[in-house]
């Protein structure tokens, strides 16, 4: 199986979920092998995912005002790259990021394939957010800013929605995206238990300079990466913890402990291993 960023031949590393990791032979990018891509996005964005718990969220609506937050916090890093103007979220979901950044003098728009969510952005938020896959969308429309908030891991065909968000984003313009980094210290510690390998909805893991190397063969320019702040409902917290150590020794202890935290508290992002970077287009 070719990599799916450079073309080149990848081998198989380990097993997770019942999916292979593959790494390229070549630019050593990882990603997960698929046998059936279709309806892949409908199996794995249903509406379980953002309610059921396991590898997606116990309660996503709950987290409101996390991720409201978090556009405020984006929209003040962008204040130093660029005034804010009109914005285009991909995986906006029920609309919160995005809700967050249009408080703080952005305006635009998105894609979420889960239908469920994107209703909630249109009927609670007023969001002009359309179901449907990004990589599949039509507009001659092009935006100050695209942003991919823990987005671009889940793409089936990176280079074609990296294609997509450079026919959108305006010359000049920026793309901001947050990810996991495979090369973390928290990554490298707990190897094949790293709680981001985690087919099939995470698919592609990058690192900082590999995410920089491809999408300078789209004409961006890296000019400002970091580590974002980030905050989860402890029920969230919980669910991913207990999804993650189920098949490990002392998991029904672990699971008894975590079960003494409340589920409404927030509690900080502890690990490093979550990036951000912004590009210019241009």
Known sequence: MNCPLCTKESERKFKQNGFWIRACLDCRHHFAELDNESGHIERVYSDN??????????NYLSEERLLKARGYWYAKKLAKYAKAGTMFDVGAAAGFFLKGMCENGWSGKGVEPNDLMANHARENLKLEISTGAFEKIETDEAFDLVSMIQVVAHFIDPMTAFRVAEKITRQNGLLLIETWNRESLSAKLWGKHWHEWSPPSVL???????????????????????????????????SLLKYRLKAMPLSSITTKTL???????????PAEDLFYAVYRKG
């Open 49 to 58: 995912y953002f309610n059921s718990g396991g590898a997606g969220y116990a």
């Open 204 to 238: 592609h893991w990058f690192t900082p300079d590999s995410l920089k190397r491809t999408l300078e063969s789209f004409g961006f320019t890296e000019i400002k990466r970091g580590r974002p702040s980030k905050w989860l409902e402890a029920s969230h917290a919980k």
């Open 259 to 269: 079960n003494l935290i409340p589920d409404n508290i927030s509690l900080p992002y």
